[in-house]
DNA sequence: AACAGCGCTTCCCAATTTCGTAAAAAGGGG
DNA sequence: CCCCTTTTTACGAAATTGGGAAGCGCTGTT
């Protein structure tokens, strides 16, 4: 399954440089040579990574590289010239997994493309897959719950929160990377939201039926999912 | 947990300003002012990471760079005077994971390091894989501890404590740098206070399950962890 | 072999940190 | 404007942590 790759630059040979060597490599390619065109493609085809150049007429790379970041967690390597640092650091702020910058050779941008699509693949990898547990059925794809055999309601936040935790039992999740992962890596509330979601989940998981916990606390770091246990 | 970087640079002012950018985000600092120094602080402390500047007296930074590569896949950042393409090509085929151009912005650097060990974290998770000894399996995903097959409960502290010696098995560690590394490097307090966590470690480790010790005093200096044994 | 000196171990308790939860405030569709 | 969700705030409860001090053990010396 070739993985498809938009690259939205202006300078019409790199362009072909990029694509050909992403072809190489067995990677379907979408072109755009401006900001406007390229949000279109990744609108219409949604591509599995986008390269982008921050130098673009009309629209320009931060431009485009909010756009996408507002609608989708598609991975995003950007092409930067060089010595213009700000830019660098910006654009991992900004949510660029990883920048590459001009001059580049092909060969390095197309590891750093395989490297992210590579830890992409591994953090969210049965996406869609239901998640189930003694007692606890999870639906990503319909975004249901059953609880013993029951359907609970679940706020968006809980919801996404549970689905984590439940989808790795038994990994600890810091506080930190939670609200990384759910709230978004631009997120800069207080860290003790997370302990009222918690608090309101316990409280519909269970409470009721019997004395099982499925979320436990870790002190000092966060929480973990955690098969039924008797008390 | 605080990741180790080695910083391999002569001028004592940069080596500084690096340091302190790092120390600022969590970072554990070693320092080593020529490259001999350099190896053969890499080869006892076995750090995250490593920055290495290319001109260095005696030994300099390419052979450096071979040395580490041919023992090692230690992620490695170089630092280059000028903005030579043939410095970034050739390191880049040298093995090394990105490179920065002086004059840099530690603002620059600390975001170039973070994203090297983003990338390289996501792929082999050295981090977070089990610690096995006999008897004694640490899980740090799930900061869980086994001893003889039972869960025992560890604080926060003790836990990173038993982690980090337990993952360099032989190795001394003195208070100093214990404290660096746990508490962090802008911790006041009191030496003693080791001893306190050790004691409380030691007590939850082992008394009961025979005369096993897997921490042992160094005298004069500090800790470290060893294999079980009898006595 | 006894001794002195210094470092280590342990006990204890107070200070600090972290957590859970309730309640209030803020945000966001319809 | 109302209802539902999310975030902030506040505070008591719980757990962890740090330092003092007494006692023990190691080391090198006499």
Redesign the pocket.
């Known amino acids: 399954m070739a993985s498809e790759i938009l690259v939205i630059e202006d300078e019409q040979n790199v362009r072909r440089l990029v694509r050909i060597a992403l072809q190489r490599d067995g990677f379907s390619v979408l072109e755009a040579e401006d900001g406007k065109t390229g949000l279109q493609l990744f609108a219409a085809e949604n591509p599995d990574l986008v390269i982008l150049d921050l130098m673009l007429p009309g629209v320009d790379g931060w431009e485009v590289c909010r756009e996408i970041r507002a609608r989708s967690s598609t991975p995003l390597i950007m092409l930067t010239a060089r010595g213009d640092e700000v830019d660098r650091v910006l654009g991992l702020e900004m949510g660029a997994d990883d920048y590459v910058v001009k001059p580049f050779s092909p060969r390095e941008l197309v590891a750093r493309v395989k490297a992210v699509l590579r830890r992409q693949g591994a953090q969210d990898n049965h996406a869609d897959e239901p998640i189930v547990h003694p007692g606890l059925v999870i639906n990503p794809a319909e975004r249901t719950v059953l609880l013993d055999g029951q359907p609970i309601?679940l706020?968006?936040?809980?919801f996404d929160l549970l689905a984590l935790l439940a989808a790795h039992p038994g990994k600890v999740f810091p506080?930190e990377r939670l609200l990384q992962r759910i709230?978004g890596h631009d997120?800069?509330?207080?860290?003790?939201?997370i302990?009222?979601?918690?608090?309101?989940l316990?409280?519909k998981l269970g409470r009721n039926s019997g004395a099982r916990e499925y979320i436990s606390?870790?002190?000092?770091?966060?929480?973990k999912f955690e098969v039924a246990e008797r008390k």
């Open positions: 309601r706020t968006p936040k809980e506080r709230w997120y800069w509330g207080d860290e003790r939201t302990d009222v979601h918690i608090t309101r316990r409280e606390t870790v002190w000092g770091i966060g929480y």
